[in-house]
């Protein structure tokens, strides 16, 4: 089973500012079957980035995706108000396995 | 548009069982897989497995074997997910979610909460 960790646990930022967040994989993710989920209080899961580098329908370009292997970068260029969430890495590779989360709060 | 919806909120003494049901539109139901995923309050995503929507062969994720079930009704474009013999541990809110590798769309979520 390939195991995601993510880093921080916890990121507090202030609106304007850059949020960067990891995902380790515990083996190699082949053909970048990585991808990224934010999820609001109260809310489902919504599928921001799949591939490691392609944005899903909808998706702001302030979100991207980077990485390959077993590190994954998912980026907020410049954060707005409604971008403070969880954000989870998955892997679908093997299965599908994801991450324990990375929450961006207000700062 | 491409819509999954689940039922509604179950509330079960330990013991019982509960099934959830998941209704999607928008595509071709059969073409695309359907896993389920829990969230326990205030944790993360657990993955539970898979449904093949083609041949009905479920996969169900290490430790959800035996008491999950997945099973479909195709005619009626819906999947759905049985607990038995359930324990205050699987209070959670249960997701479906289409697959085509990445998951999308989700659906809004099933609370099962247990409780004597």
């Known amino acids: 089973e390939i195991v995601l960790t993510q880093s921080p646990g916890t990121l507090s930022l202030s609106p304007g500012e850059r949020a960067t967040l990891s995902c380790r994989a515990s083996q190699s993710v082949s053909n970048n079957y990585l991808a990224w989920y934010q999820q609001k209080p109260g809310q489902a899961p919504r599928l921001l980035i799949y591939g490691a580098s392609s944005r899903a329908t909808g998706i702001p370009d302030r979100f991207s995706g980077s990485g390959s292997g077993t590190d994954f970068t998912l980026t907020i260029s410049r954060l707005e108000p409604e971008d403070f969430a969880v954000y989870y890495c998955?892997?679908?590779?093997?299965?599908?396995?994801f991450g324990q989360g990375t929450k961006v709060e207000i700062k | 548009q491409v819509q999954l919806v689940q039922s509604g909120s179950e509330l079960k003494k330990p013991g019982a069982s509960v099934k959830v049901s998941c209704k999607a539109s928008g595509y071709t139901f059969t073409r695309y897989a359907m896993n389920w995923v829990r969230q326990a309050p205030g944790q993360g995503l657990e993955w539970l497995g898979w449904?093949?929507?083609?041949?009905?062969?479920?996969t169900y994720a290490q430790g959800f074997t035996g008491r999950f079930v997945f099973s479909l009704d195709t005619s009626v474009s819906t999947a759905y997910l049985q607990i038995i013999s359930l324990k205050a541990e699987d209070t959670a809110v249960y997701y479906c979610?289409?697959?085509?590798?990445?998951?999308?769309?989700w659906g809004q979520g099933t609370l099962v909460t247990v409780s004597s």
């Open positions: 449904i093949n929507t083609n041949t009905g062969n479920p």
């Open positions: 979610a289409r697959a085509e590798g990445e998951l999308s769309p």
């Open positions: 998955q892997q679908y590779v093997s299965s599908w396995t």
